[in-house]
């Protein structure tokens, strides 16, 4: 305890004598960021299992050619509620978790700034994720539209579709909540003598993100709401007929979607940039480098969302426009990953979990980059578009990258939140079995796609048997890995070896568990003036305190 | 006609395929370039890191650095990208441009995406007014039955019943629109992928070099049977392209349809399997059991047992917020047959049918008679007449105002259509031919128009079931009888 020693009203014993509620109704009623920051984890996780059942139902259906396991409106069924979920209740979620667990230590704050918002924000998703997964259950099923909706297919689904559109209403309010808090929590409550410049770059991420997410959630909400009214309200915005445009919808939908494919990432990017200088023992490369790149991807990705509609017809000065601007953005990832690449160097690296997961992240999720990139050819997009070679390359980005960032940031953190070390073989286990059944599921799509395998089919032409039939015994792997990370978790949370105690005298709050409250008045900060703070008090795993981690 | 022997595009499994246009070919190279690039800047990125992985652990003993920063480095590794990126731009540019010219095309083809199907008019050059409607070919026991063996190595899920024939070497610009949702054609060796866009019409156009067949798919979700309507590309020589065009003509002309021909209900029901089984099917289902609970079951529904004229107007309008669209593409022989196998089907026995002369009417929106089986003739025969009354036209003499006797046949139809349809009105526009002063034509053309509505009124039309549109002068040469006219048509 000596690294809080110096604030003596503070410990375990009084912070478990708190007056709160006890039972469900602590989570309920809820104002605290660490119960908050779990609830979005698990919540997360829950999804993310149901989303990964839907995958692989999708993917047992395409082991073989032909028809075996579901009908065709089931598998679009999937198909789109796969993405919705994994996306808006698995990712998205996670990273929220990160944000409400990290963002108040690492700046020294002593919650979120809006507190019972930060409950209401979290209460409101399984609200939503109710609603949609209930839609199974809606005479004619889930929306089979593909989770972009695209009118005017969407018009014609039933109720699940409704059903759906007020589910992204309640996920859209809950994330603009979730986005102001962080928000105001980053720009208000920042401790004396931490500059923005000086903050962990996972909240720099954060922050950006809660301004992308701020931007972009009430566009998703028009395009759906637009929807809604052509469905029931005898509006014309995607019909023709009425004098409105299906392609409306796309380019109101990407104008969120593409921002969006950001919001999924930039949080892992702050992930990985706070653990690659941890287990380099070496302060990050290109701090203020690694800023304004973030800043750029973020900037750029409202001028790009036209590269998803390609092959819409859009006039060739469009798609000359979208192609270079999607192109530059390979300019400030580029730029972080040389930054990581050259933090690594001449470090001293030992590779526990969370860094094998980091740099797993970083090896494969630039594979996804450079698909990308190939896609942000217009004249090779257009032969792409909508193949496998698609999903191959959003999987890299999504899987590779967002997930991978999920688990090392969990491994990283897990003994800071729960006291204990996670079991090590457990999560290197899970680090091998997850990166190479990866690899074989959404590798082989790349040559489906470039051969000619649209998406969203559920049976193909014979050519493509051998390479689904890998994909699919590769999904299986990776969706039995999960149960690893799950065992892990939980024994994590159990119980197990202490977390080993900091010998140094740097960081407040930095042994562990977390209390559950701490004091209204940051603490002290030790060395703050000269040297970027770092109030996750690093990981034990640093041993030698030479170098502080930024 | 035949095209076994015919080279088949050659079957990729690692790449694109092999590329049958200059385009392809070019997007191709493209894409070999980018890829060699890629790996390149991947093996350099990675080599660096790997090493790094290996030389820099803690536990051969080395020490970290404590730098974090080198502005020079950094300007490099943000310039040098740039610089890469122009190199990838140029020739994409080039590229993108050289598909976008769809100019002065040898065939021009429409290409409409219906769920789930894809219909082609030839409406420009060589073959024009050819029309084909292209189905998977694939049986269903391939499918998910018995047959799962008899699978063609090449073609499961990518033939059709009727494929797209062009000729090589000739510019062909394919328009793109649908009927229903978006959709897209896509055929992979000529690198051509355009959306299909309901109430919108794109281009895009390819040039084949090889003769061959060539395959490819819709490329945009477009509800349950998106997998399962695929496209099938012949491309023949330019002789045997002719002798096709010639016996597509022959081939049209002989089975060409009479609607008013009167059909028994024999006849309408073998008829009408074949069109449900193109059409209907995929949803509904062969059984009629449909696919609960999107798609409806047509056995003992109330709809294909109830009024008849329910039935025709889903079939001719849709359900909308449904999978269900209109189906007025379908000719009016067609829609009068499959409702009528709809109904005298499965357990299905209403017993009635419907003539093509009454969906004929229907477009014309006349209400729909009906005729039981029995008493088929003696009900059938008023029910085309009052349709056919609309637009109507009646033709003045030079100068004159004055109704010509010829007329009054033409106002009866009309008195009498509105008699059958309660709620609907007229519009009546009088015309004049160009010579003389145009404001005395105008007077004319209103007197004409006045006259038209003074015979309605005789033949009893109530006044307010009778718009007059504002005249129009000049349509026509003096000696064009077309240009002396009052035209009644249907309001709104």
């Given at each position: 305890m000596s690294s809080i020693a110096h604030d003596p009203t503070h410990g375990h014993e009084h912070d478990h004598h708190a007056h709160h509620p006890s039972g469900v109704m602590r989570w309920i009623t809820t104002t605290n960021h660490k119960d908050i920051g779990s609830l979005y984890l698990w919540f997360s996780f829950i999804m993310f299992l149901a989303g990964g059942v839907m995958a692989l139902t999708i993917r047992a259906e395409l082991f073989q050619p032909g028809l075996q396991i579901v009908q065709p409106e089931f598998f679009n069924q999937l198909t789109t509620m796969h993405g919705l979920v994994m996306v808006f209740g698995a990712i998205m979620p996670a990273f929220v978790g990160f944000a409400n667990w990290q963002i108040p230590l690492m700046i020294g704050a002593p919650d979120m700034a809006f507190a019972r918002m930060n409950n209401w924000s979290f209460w409101l998703l399984p609200v939503a994720a109710i609603l949609l997964m209930g839609s199974f259950l809606a005479p004619g099923g889930a929306s089979a539209a593909g989770w972009t909706l695209y009118a005017p297919l969407s018009v014609q689904m039933g109720m699940g579709m409704d059903m759906l559109i007020f589910a992204v209403h309640i996920m859209g309010a809950s994330s603009i909540m979730g986005a102001i808090n962080i928000v105001t929590t980053i720009l208000n409550m920042r401790a004396p003598g931490m500059t923005l410049m000086k903050m962990p770059l996972f909240c720099w991420t954060w922050l950006i993100t809660a301004y992308l997410l701020i931007a972009v959630m009430p566009v998703l909400a028009g395009a759906v709401t637009m929807l809604l009214t052509d469905r029931h309200f005898g509006t014309s915005f995607f019909n023709a007929a009425g004098g409105g445009d299906p392609v409306l919808y796309q380019h109101v939908f990407w104008f969120f979607g593409h921002p969006e494919v950001y919001i999924m990432i930039l949080p892992a990017f702050g992930i990985v940039s706070q653990i690659i200088p941890t287990f380099s023992r070496k302060p990050l490369f290109g701090y203020a480098s690694m800023v304004y790149a973030t800043s750029s991807i973020a900037i750029l990705s409202f001028i790009v969302w036209a590269h998803h509609m390609f092959t819409t017809g859009m006039p060739a000065a469009g798609q000359l426009f979208f192609m270079y601007a999607t192109m530059l953005i390979a300019v400030p990832t580029g730029v972080k990953v040389f930054n990581w690449v050259a933090t690594m160097w001449k470090g001293s690296m030992t590779f526990e979990t969370p860094m094998l997961f980091a740099v797993g992240f970083i090896f494969v999720f630039t594979m996804g980059g450079f698909t990308g990139l190939i896609c942000a050819i217009t004249p090779i997009d257009i032969q792409i578009q909508d193949t496998y070679y698609v999903v191959a390359h959003f999987h890299y980005v999504l899987v590779a990258g967002s997930l991978f960032a999920i688990f090392a940031g969990t491994y990283y953190w897990l003994p800071k939140w729960t006291g204990h070390m996670y079991d090590e073989g457990l999560g290197r286990l899970h680090f091998w079995a997850s990166i190479i059944f990866f690899n074989i599921t959404f590798f082989p799509m790349h040559f489906l796609g470039l051969a000619g395998m649209p998406r969203r089919i559920p049976d193909y032409a014979l050519q493509f048997a051998d390479f689904n039939a890998i994909a699919t015994v590769g999904a299986f792997g990776f969706g039995l890995s999960q149960l690893i990370f799950l065992a892990a978790v939980l024994k994590c949370v159990k119980g197990g070896q202490r977390r080993p105690q900091r010998s140094g005298t740097v960081r407040t709050d930095s042994s562990g568990p977390c209390p559950r409250q701490r004091p209204t008045i940051p603490s002290k900060l030790h060395r703050l003036s000269s040297k970027r703070c770092w109030l996750t008090g690093g990981p034990p795993w640093t041993g030698d305190q030479t170098s502080a981690p930024r | 006609m035949s095209l076994a022997g015919m080279a088949q595009a050659t079957e990729a499994r690692y790449n694109l395929q092999t590329p049958v246009t200059q385009i392809a070919q070019q997007v191709y190279d493209l894409h070999t370039a980018m890829l060699v690039v890629c790996l390149v800047i991947f093996l350099a990125v990675f080599g660096v890191m790997f090493y790094s992985v290996y030389a820099h652990r803690k536990s051969k003993g080395a020490v970290a650095a404590q730098w974090h920063e080198n502005t020079t480095v950094e300007i490099l590794w943000t310039i040098i990208p740039v610089f890469i990126l122009l190199g990838m731009a140029w020739p994409a540019t080039k590229t993108v441009l050289a598909m976008k010219d769809t100019s002065n095309p040898d065939i021009t083809i429409k290409a409409t995406g219906y769920q789930w199907k894809w219909g082609y008019d030839y409406l420009k050059g060589e073959g024009e007014g050819i029309r084909l409607v292209s189905n998977l070919s694939t049986p269903q026991s391939q499918i998910g039955g018995d047959q799962q063996s008899a699978r063609s190595e090449t073609a499961y899920l990518l033939e059709v019943d009727e494929p797209l024939v062009v000729p090589v070497g000739k510019k062909i610009r394919i328009l793109t629109t649908a009927n229903d949702v978006i959709h897209a054609w896509w055929v992979p060796a000529f690198a051509v992928k355009q959306d299909a866009i309901p109430g919108f019409i794109r281009d895009t156009w390819f040039r084949a070099d090889k003769e061959g067949i060539y395959r490819g798919n819709?490329?945009?979700?477009?509800?349950?049977?998106h997998g399962f309507m695929p496209i099938e590309v012949h491309v023949v020589s330019a002789d045997k392209y002719s002798s096709w065009v010639a016996g597509r003509k022959k081939a049209a002309a002989a089975v060409a349809e009479d609607p008013s021909k009167t059909y028994s209900l024999a006849e309408l029901k073998a008829k009408g399997q074949q069109v449900y089984d193109a059409n209907c099917a995929a949803c509904h289902q062969a059984t009629g059991k449909g696919l609960a609970p999107a798609f409806p079951p047509l056995d003992g529904s109330k709809i294909a047992t109830g009024p008849i004229a329910d039935h025709i107007g889903i079939v001719f309008n849709g359900k909308p917020g449904t999978a269900m669209s209109a189906w007025r593409q379908l000719s009016d022989t067609e829609i009068a047959a499959v409702i009528t196998f709809e109904r005298n089907n499965w357990g299905n026995a209403v017993g009635d049918l419907v003539q093509p002369s009454a969906i004929r009417a229907m477009r014309g929106g006349a209400q729909v008679a009906t005729a039981a089986v029995p008493a088929a003739a003696a009900k059938e025969a008023p029910t085309a007449a009052p349709a056919a009354a609309l637009p109507a036209k009646v033709y003045f003499q030079v100068g004159k105002s004055t109704l010509p006797a010829d007329a009054i046949d033409a106002v009866k139809a009309v008195a009498e259509y509105l008699a059958a349809k309660p709620d609907a009105k007229v519009d009546i526009t009088g015309y004049t031919d160009k010579s003389g002063s145009l404001d005395k034509n105008l007077e004319l053309a209103k007197e004409r128009a006045k006259a038209v509505r003074d015979a309605l009124k005789e033949a009893g039309v109530a006044a307010d079931r009778i718009n007059m549109k504002k005249p129009e002068a000049v349509t026509g040469d003096g000696d064009n009888k077309e240009a002396r006219r009052v035209e009644i048509n249907r309001a709104g």
């Amino acid at each position: 305890m000596s690294s809080i020693a110096h604030d003596p009203t503070h410990g375990h014993e009084h912070d478990h004598h708190a007056h709160h509620p006890s039972g469900v109704m602590r989570w309920i009623t809820t104002t605290n960021h660490k119960d908050i920051g779990s609830l979005y984890l698990w919540f997360s996780f829950i999804m993310f299992l149901a989303g990964g059942v839907m995958a692989l139902t999708i993917r047992a259906e395409l082991f073989q050619p032909g028809l075996q396991i579901v009908q065709p409106e089931f598998f679009n069924q999937l198909t789109t509620m796969h993405g919705l979920v994994m996306v808006f209740g698995a990712i998205m979620p996670a990273f929220v978790g990160f944000a409400n667990w990290q963002i108040p230590l690492m700046i020294g704050a002593p919650d979120m700034a809006f507190a019972r918002m930060n409950n209401w924000s979290f209460w409101l998703l399984p609200v939503a994720a109710i609603l949609l997964m209930g839609s199974f259950l809606a005479p004619g099923g889930a929306s089979a539209a593909g989770w972009t909706l695209y009118a005017p297919l969407s018009v014609q689904m039933g109720m699940g579709m409704d059903m759906l559109i007020f589910a992204v209403h309640i996920m859209g309010a809950s994330s603009i909540m979730g986005a102001i808090n962080i928000v105001t929590t980053i720009l208000n409550m920042r401790a004396p003598g931490m500059t923005l410049m000086k903050m962990p770059l996972f909240c720099w991420t954060w922050l950006i993100t809660a301004y992308l997410l701020i931007a972009v959630m009430p566009v998703l909400a028009g395009a759906v709401t637009m929807l809604l009214t052509d469905r029931h309200f005898g509006t014309s915005f995607f019909n023709a007929a009425g004098g409105g445009d299906p392609v409306l919808y796309q380019h109101v939908f990407w104008f969120f979607g593409h921002p969006e494919v950001y919001i999924m990432i930039l949080p892992a990017f702050g992930i990985v940039s706070q653990i690659i200088p941890t287990f380099s023992r070496k302060p990050l490369f290109g701090y203020a480098s690694m800023v304004y790149a973030t800043s750029s991807i973020a900037i750029l990705s409202f001028i790009v969302w036209a590269h998803h509609m390609f092959t819409t017809g859009m006039p060739a000065a469009g798609q000359l426009f979208f192609m270079y601007a999607t192109m530059l953005i390979a300019v400030p990832t580029g730029v972080k990953v040389f930054n990581w690449v050259a933090t690594m160097w001449k470090g001293s690296m030992t590779f526990e979990t969370p860094m094998l997961f980091a740099v797993g992240f970083i090896f494969v999720f630039t594979m996804g980059g450079f698909t990308g990139l190939i896609c942000a050819i217009t004249p090779i997009d257009i032969q792409i578009q909508d193949t496998y070679y698609v999903v191959a390359h959003f999987h890299y980005v999504l899987v590779a990258g967002s997930l991978f960032a999920i688990f090392a940031g969990t491994y990283y953190w897990l003994p800071k939140w729960t006291g204990h070390m996670y079991d090590e073989g457990l999560g290197r286990l899970h680090f091998w079995a997850s990166i190479i059944f990866f690899n074989i599921t959404f590798f082989p799509m790349h040559f489906l796609g470039l051969a000619g395998m649209p998406r969203r089919i559920p049976d193909y032409a014979l050519q493509f048997a051998d390479f689904n039939a890998i994909a699919t015994v590769g999904a299986f792997g990776f969706g039995l890995s999960q149960l690893i990370f799950l065992a892990a978790v939980l024994k994590c949370v159990k119980g197990g070896q202490r977390r080993p105690q900091r010998s140094g005298t740097v960081r407040t709050d930095s042994s562990g568990p977390c209390p559950r409250q701490r004091p209204t008045i940051p603490s002290k900060l030790h060395r703050l003036s000269s040297k970027r703070c770092w109030l996750t008090g690093g990981p034990p795993w640093t041993g030698d305190q030479t170098s502080a981690p930024r | 006609m035949s095209l076994a022997g015919m080279a088949q595009a050659t079957e990729a499994r690692y790449n694109l395929q092999t590329p049958v246009t200059q385009i392809a070919q070019q997007v191709y190279d493209l894409h070999t370039a980018m890829l060699v690039v890629c790996l390149v800047i991947f093996l350099a990125v990675f080599g660096v890191m790997f090493y790094s992985v290996y030389a820099h652990r803690k536990s051969k003993g080395a020490v970290a650095a404590q730098w974090h920063e080198n502005t020079t480095v950094e300007i490099l590794w943000t310039i040098i990208p740039v610089f890469i990126l122009l190199g990838m731009a140029w020739p994409a540019t080039k590229t993108v441009l050289a598909m976008k010219d769809t100019s002065n095309p040898d065939i021009t083809i429409k290409a409409t995406g219906y769920q789930w199907k894809w219909g082609y008019d030839y409406l420009k050059g060589e073959g024009e007014g050819i029309r084909l409607v292209s189905n998977l070919s694939t049986p269903q026991s391939q499918i998910g039955g018995d047959q799962q063996s008899a699978r063609s190595e090449t073609a499961y899920l990518l033939e059709v019943d009727e494929p797209l024939v062009v000729p090589v070497g000739k510019k062909i610009r394919i328009l793109t629109t649908a009927n229903d949702v978006i959709h897209a054609w896509w055929v992979p060796a000529f690198a051509v992928k355009q959306d299909a866009i309901p109430g919108f019409i794109r281009d895009t156009w390819f040039r084949a070099d090889k003769e061959g067949i060539y395959r490819g798919n819709c490329a945009e979700l477009c509800g349950k049977d998106h997998g399962f309507m695929p496209i099938e590309v012949h491309v023949v020589s330019a002789d045997k392209y002719s002798s096709w065009v010639a016996g597509r003509k022959k081939a049209a002309a002989a089975v060409a349809e009479d609607p008013s021909k009167t059909y028994s209900l024999a006849e309408l029901k073998a008829k009408g399997q074949q069109v449900y089984d193109a059409n209907c099917a995929a949803c509904h289902q062969a059984t009629g059991k449909g696919l609960a609970p999107a798609f409806p079951p047509l056995d003992g529904s109330k709809i294909a047992t109830g009024p008849i004229a329910d039935h025709i107007g889903i079939v001719f309008n849709g359900k909308p917020g449904t999978a269900m669209s209109a189906w007025r593409q379908l000719s009016d022989t067609e829609i009068a047959a499959v409702i009528t196998f709809e109904r005298n089907n499965w357990g299905n026995a209403v017993g009635d049918l419907v003539q093509p002369s009454a969906i004929r009417a229907m477009r014309g929106g006349a209400q729909v008679a009906t005729a039981a089986v029995p008493a088929a003739a003696a009900k059938e025969a008023p029910t085309a007449a009052p349709a056919a009354a609309l637009p109507a036209k009646v033709y003045f003499q030079v100068g004159k105002s004055t109704l010509p006797a010829d007329a009054i046949d033409a106002v009866k139809a009309v008195a009498e259509y509105l008699a059958a349809k309660p709620d609907a009105k007229v519009d009546i526009t009088g015309y004049t031919d160009k010579s003389g002063s145009l404001d005395k034509n105008l007077e004319l053309a209103k007197e004409r128009a006045k006259a038209v509505r003074d015979a309605l009124k005789e033949a009893g039309v109530a006044a307010d079931r009778i718009n007059m549109k504002k005249p129009e002068a000049v349509t026509g040469d003096g000696d064009n009888k077309e240009a002396r006219r009052v035209e009644i048509n249907r309001a709104g």
